[in-house]
């Protein structure tokens, strides 16, 4: 499996919600419990030589949940951006982060703390974790496609010249490849990406499991990488 593991995994966060009501828990506790349960991860794909991790974290459908419920995931988000940074196992890792989506539209407070992990890390280079929050891959696309329009008025690009490289460069993502792996928690019979990298996923291969992101532990993620071992990428050819 070590010889196959992928450079690139994306991970769809699903599940807190169900997990909190299956415990007779409020919701925002599992909430919580899926904060925790991403630092697991993190070191797990670290100690395996996993150089990039992607987390959908919070989809622009999220923006439509009750008050009370943004109201606890924005202070977890905040708690996490503002003590991620200088964990002992970012700092050792030099993890770098980064943030995709229209995070403009978070509270003050929240993109603060996300602007300070992303300033704290911005020398590091040896891993990368890149959230997803205030994400849609297909405003992901309409913004990509501004900025080339932009461009065009400008005639700094020429219409003919705009290629699928054109689009890539634009994106959010433009700095990393795409995903070799995308996994998705808390899937029983559904199988769907939500928006989730929708440029980059076109020769992704995808594992779905029924595992709440809560539960979801080292040994799911393990599970995970051997079924991708197994599997041959042909790109179309």
């Not at 940074?85 to 993109?111: C, H, M, W």
């Not at 996994?183 to 291969?205: N, V």
Request: charged letters at 35%; a positive charge; proline letters at 3%.
């Amino acid at each position: 499996m070590e010889s196959k593991l992928p450079i690139h995994i994306g991970i769809i966060l699903d599940g807190n919600r169900r997990w909190a009501r299956s415990r007779g828990l409020p919701e925002y506790k599992g909430h919580e419990e899926g904060a925790k349960n991403i630092m697991k991860i993190i070191e797990k794909c670290i100690n395996l030589g996993i150089k990039i991790i992607t987390l959908y974290v919070f989809s622009m459908e999220n923006f439509n949940r009750s008050e009370e419920e943004k109201r606890h995931l924005f202070r977890i988000f905040k708690k996490m951006f503002r003590e991620f940074p200088n964990k002992k196992e970012v700092i050792e890792n030099k993890i770098r982060i980064s943030a995709f989506g229209r995070t403009y539209l978070f509270p003050d407070d929240v993109q603060e703390a996300l602007n300070y992990a992303i300033e704290k890390t911005k020398e590091y280079d040896n891993f990368f974790l890149n959230l997803c929050i205030g994400y849609d891959g297909r405003d992901e696309i309409v913004d990509a496609v501004k900025e080339i329009c932009k461009k065009v008025v400008e005639g700094k690009i020429k219409i003919k010249d705009i290629n699928r490289d054109t689009i890539k460069s634009h994106l959010y993502t433009r700095k990393f490849p795409p995903p070799d792996l995308i996994i998705r928690t808390g899937m029983k019979k559904e199988r769907r990406l939500s928006g989730f990298l929708l440029w980059d996923s076109s020769y992704s291969e995808f594992y779905f499991t029924s595992t709440l992101w809560p539960d979801f532990s080292e040994e799911e993620l393990l599970k995970a990488l051997e079924d991708f071992s197994e599997r041959e990428r042909r790109f179309g050819r």
